[in-house]
């Protein structure tokens, strides 16, 4: 590979890859053959950067790449100046859930404690964030006195007035009155000489922003603040976010929410229809101009969509919208609507990408790469030949192959046609759901 990989990022990559999960980092070396995919998806990050909203589904089988893409994703926008919140749906988390659990509220507080922007790629990047903002007004109010030399003096003074300019451009918006008392909170805090009084003040409004109040009177007696984030209004509050992170320097806010399947699977009706609703109002309020500088990207398996008995497809109202017509010939894809099917990679693409862990591996383990051309097609024929079903996953394909490669660096006497005929190949599982519309 031309460009040198640092040796803990290429050892991230193949322990992730290894166990089946998608490396936090590095994802760039190894992208293949998701090109239209991520340009569509890219795209959205302009309207963003404008000041608009957008909403995607990104759906694939378990396996296919889906994950893999929303990363990359992730990983491109963070190191653009973005920041991006993401958070995996499960038994304990969902859009909204009820009087006793607080689902909503639990995927608010997962998309809060992972943060990430630029320096602080694998999340808890928050503190750093309202940090950064606090300091930038200092170097902001050190411009204007150098701008009007004549004018205000006291660097202190001009750059409070400065940070209560930006809490008034959030005050109009729902809950921007109590969002804004939380920034001013966490500014005073910042200003303090104490250094224990600093850290509690910062900690509580902290514990306030990331939902962790339990009531509106806890919140009153601690910070004297009316309201907290709850499992019905957390939305508001991240479309606060994305209008304060502008402020903060940032081009805008994206959230990844995946497993939507957790959803599809609840067993009680009502709730699926609540959530559904709830996704409804998200989708709403990205594409008719509430939300401002946001990027919402759901990710789920084909049935958490399209299954009209339990899947987003049974509630009619999202189902209208989603609806599109489609084509006879499958060379035929259309980026441009609300969801983004992901496709398995061909056998040219999985060569493609199984070459390039080659290469990884045999500079991960400092040695000569042992693998010829000729016996990479060989593992991709054996591999599709060999399998039980004709839909293969890029998970197992990779696990599978990382395998053969760590069996032939202990076992060097081996041939890797030998390793090969010995080696069961572990079958995927999963199976595609068809869209039926």
């Not at 903002?133 to 030399?149: H, K």
């Not at 400065?162 to 009155?177: F, N, P, S």
């Not at 609703?277 to 509430?290: F, P, S, T, V």
Request: proline fraction near 2%; aromatic fraction near 10%; charge should be negative.
């Amino acid at each position: 590979m031309e460009r040198h990989i640092p040796k803990k990022t290429y050892r991230n990559i193949m322990n992730s890859l290894g166990g089946g999960t998608v490396p936090r980092e590095g994802l760039g070396y190894i992208a293949v053959g998701r090109e239209q995919e991520i340009d569509s998806l890219l795209r959205d990050t302009e309207i963003i950067q404008d000041g608009g909203a957008t909403f995607r589904f990104v759906v694939g089988d378990y396996g296919s790449g889906k994950t893999f893409l929303l990363q990359t994703i992730k990983e491109y926008c963070v190191k653009n100046d973005f920041i991006v919140a993401e958070a995996d749906l499960s038994p304990d988390r969902a859009l909204i859930g009820n009087s006793t659990k607080k689902k909503g509220l639990a995927t608010y507080r997962e998309l809060m404690s992972n943060v990430s922007n630029k320096t602080n790629q694998s999340g808890r990047a928050l503190t750093k964030v309202l940090e950064s903002w606090v300091n930038n007004m200092f170097a902001r109010a050190a411009a204007q006195m150098t701008q009007n030399p004549y004018g205000e003096t006291n660097i202190e003074h001009i750059a409070e007035t400065l940070m209560l300019e930006d809490c008034a451009k959030l005050q109009t918006l729902a809950y921007g009155y109590e969002f804004t008392m939380g920034l001013r909170l966490f500014w005073k805090a910042s200003r303090t000489s104490d250094i224990n009084e600093k850290m509690t003040g910062q900690e509580n409004v902290l514990r306030w922003f990331r939902g962790e109040f339990k009531t509106n009177q806890e919140a009153k007696k601690e910070l004297g603040i009316n309201a907290i984030v709850e499992d019905g209004n957390w939305f508001d509050y991240i479309m606060l976010w994305s209008q304060f992170f502008v402020l903060a320097g940032y081009k805008g806010f994206i959230i990844l929410i995946d497993e939507l399947a957790y959803i599809c699977n609840t067993a009680n009706g009502i709730t699926r229809q609540n959530n559904y609703e709830k996704i409804l109002m998200m989708y709403n309020a990205a594409l008719q101009g509430k939300a401002e500088y946001l990027g919402i990207i759901m990710g789920g398996i084909p049935k958490s969509i399209y299954d009209k008995k339990k899947g987003i497809f049974s509630y009619e109202a999202m189902r209208s919208r989603l609806s599109t017509g489609s084509y006879q010939d499958t060379g035929i894809i259309n980026m441009m609507t609300p969801i983004i099917k992901v496709f398995p990679l061909t056998k040219e693409e999985m060569y493609v990408l199984l070459e390039k862990l080659a290469e990884i591996h045999a500079q991960l383990y400092e040695y000569e790469k042992v693998i010829t051309e000729d016996e990479m097609i060989d593992f991709v024929k054996l591999a599709y030949l060999k399998r039980e079903t004709t839909f293969i996953t890029p998970r197992t394909m990779i696990r599978d192959f990382i395998q053969i490669l760590d069996v032939k660096r202990q076992n060097p006497d081996k041939g890797i046609r030998d390793i090969l005929s010995a080696y069961k190949f572990a079958v995927d599982e999963e199976q595609t759901y068809e869209d039926n519309d």
